[in-house]
C-alpha cells in the first residue's frame, strides 16, 4: 500500500500535467483567434534549413528571395564563405552585394563581420540594443571613411576578454522588445534612405529611452586601429581624396547700388524706427539651442480711454447727420 506522501507526489504529478495541457490548449486557441484579423506567423526561432524551406515570411512578398545559411560565421571555413556571398551574392551572381545589415548579438560576429567588410570594401550597417535594454543605436559603416567597429571598440573587446565569461548560467540579459522594435525600425529607414537616395543618412544615431534623447554624429576612422584591412582602406580613401579635383568656392558678393548723382541728398530709410518694430515684438521664448521662433505676437495693450465723453442724445442718426451737414 502507498503511503501518505507517495500519495502526495503523485498527485503534485497529476496537477502539473493538468497545468501543461492547459498551457498548450490556450496557446492554440491564441493562434485560432488570429484567423479573423493578422495572419498569424509562427516564431522562427532559428533559421535551420527545414524551417527556411517552408518560410511563411515568403507569403508577405514572393519578389524576396532568401538565400540560407545556418551556420557560426566566426569559424574560418565560414567565414570565407561568409566573405564569398557578401563578394559574389548580389541580385547577379558574380556581383557584390549593395548593403550588409548586422543584426546580430554579440561581439564575436560583429568583429567577424567589421573584418570581412574591412577586407572587400563593403559598406554596411551595424545595430545593436545595450544589455539593460533601454537603449540602442545604428551605425553606418564605410571602409575607410568612417569608423570601423574595431576603431572605438566596446570596453568587452578593447580588454580581449572572452564575453562568454560574462554570462551567468540561468541568467538572461534585460529584453524590451519595444527597444528592439524602435531601433530596427530605425535602421531599415536608414537603409531606404540610402538605397533609395533621399533625405539625410544618419552615420551614427542612438536611441535613449530613459531621456527620449537621439544623439547623432559621425565617427572618423582610428589611425590606429587594430584592423590592418581597416588602416590600409584609411590609405585608399586618402589617396582617393587627394586626387579628386577640388571644387573652387565661388562666393558672391553683393554689389552695391551707387548714383551717378544725389544732388537733392535722397536716402533710403526704414518707415519704422527700432523702438517702433520692438514695440510690435513679442517677447522670445527660452528655446532649446538650434530652435528659433518665425515669428512673435506682441503683448496686448489695453488703450485707456481719456478725454471728454460724447453725451448721450434722443435725436436720429438722420438728424445727427443733418447737423453736421449745417455746420
Known amino acids: ?48 534549413a527545414e524551417v527556411v524551406d517552408t518560410n511563411p515570411y515568403r507569403n508577405i512578398n514572393p519578389d524576396v528571395k532568401f538565400e540560407r545559411h545556418n551556420y557560426n560565421i566566426t569559424t574560418v571555413d565560414n567565414f570565407t564563405h561568409f566573405m564569398d556571398r557578401i563578394s559574389n551574392g548580389g541580385l547577379e551572381e558574380g556581383k557584390p552585394v549593395d548593403l550588409v545589415l548586422s543584426c546580430v548579438d554579440n561581439f564575436e560576429a560583429r568583429m567577424a563581420i567589421n573584418t570581412a567588410c574591412n577586407e572587400i570594401g563593403q559598406i554596411w550597417m551595424e545595430s545593436g540594443v545595450s544589455e539593460n535594454a533601454v537603449s540602442g543605436h545604428i551605425q553606418l559603416i564605410i571602409p575607410g571613411e568612417t569608423a570601423c567597429f574595431a576603431c572605438a571598440p566596446p570596453l568587452v573587446v578593447a580588454s580581449n576578454i572572452d564575453e562568454k565569461t560574462l554570462k551567468r548560467d540561468g541568467v538572461c ?129 489695453e488703450a485707456a480711454c481719456g478725454g471728454e465723453t460724447v453725451p448721450e442724445s434722443e435725436q436720429s442718426l438722420e438728424e445727427l447727420m443733418a447737423q453736421m451737414r449745417k455746420m
Request: glycine share 6%.
Open 173 to 301: 540579459a534585460a529584453s524590451l522588445p519595444t527597444t528592439m522594435g524602435v531601433v530596427a525600425g530605425i535602421l531599415v529607414q536608414n537603409v531606404l534612405k540610402y538605397l533609395l537616395g533621399f533625405g539625410t543618412v544618419s552615420y551614427y544615431l542612438g536611441y535613449n529611452a530613459m531621456q527620449d534623447f537621439f544623439p547623432t554624429m559621425v565617427m572618423k576612422p582610428n589611425t590606429q586601429c587594430d584592423d590592418r584591412h581597416c588602416r590600409k582602406q584609411q590609405e585608399e580613401y586618402k589617396n582617393k581624396e587627394a586626387a579628386r579635383p577640388k571644387q573652387e568656392v565661388v562666393v558672391a558678393e553683393e554689389e552695391q547700388v551707387v548714383h551717378e548723382d544725389n544732388d537733392w541728398g535722397i536716402e533710403l530709410v526704414s518707415e519704422v524706427t527700432d523702438e517702433e518694430l520692438k514695440a510690435a515684438s513679442g517677447p522670445v521664448p527660452d528655446l532649446p539651442e538650434g530652435i528659433t521662433v518665425a515669428y512673435t505676437i506682441p503683448e496686448k495693450v
Open 1 to 48: 500500500m502507498s503511503t501518505v506522501e507517495e500519495l502526495k507526489l503523485r498527485v503534485r504529478e497529476l496537477e502539473n500535467e493538468l497545468l501543461k495541457c492547459k498551457q498548450s490548449r490556450s496557446v492554440e486557441e491564441d493562434v485560432g483567434a488570429g484567423d479573423n484579423q493578422t495572419p498569424h506567423r509562427p516564431k522562427i526561432e532559428k533559421m535551420s
